[in-house]
């Protein structure tokens, strides 16, 4: 069992950046997969990117690749996801989530942390 809590989120205009943090609870975060997630009101919850438990690759969905990072501090559990560039189409509530094991199934949650650029 691990629990998820998301910080970081907030306002800030068009062009900005904001850094988002997930702190997990339990002994075991460096063995989990770690990925973000975002959802836009009136829309799905859709795929920002992922990163190994080594923290040793990530992959990202085309439209943040270029723009957001993620990045892992295993001694601290803690993922991080640095948004650069911002636009007002990536307001939404951003999710972090877990995944123990292969095939990937997300199976912890964080409750979220919003995020609004303004244009």
């Known amino acids: 069992q691990v629990q998820l809590v998301e910080s970081g989120g907030g306002l800030v205009q068009a062009g900005g950046s904001l850094r988002l943090s997930c702190a997990a609870s339990?002994?075991?975060?460096?063995?989990?997969?770690m990925g973000w997630f975002r959802q836009a009101p009136g829309k799905e919850r859709e795929f920002v990117g992922s990163i190994r438990s080594s923290g040793s690759s990530t992959n990202y969905t085309e439209f943040v690749k270029g723009r957001f990072t993620i990045s892992r501090d295993n001694a601290k559990n803690t993922v991080y996801l640095q948004m650069n560039r911002l636009k007002p189409e990536d307001t939404a509530v951003y999710y972090c989530a877990a995944a123990p094991g292969y095939p990937v199934s997300w199976d912890y949650w964080g409750q979220g942390t919003q995020v609004t650029v303004s244009s």
């Open positions: 339990g002994r075991t975060f460096n063995s989990y997969r």
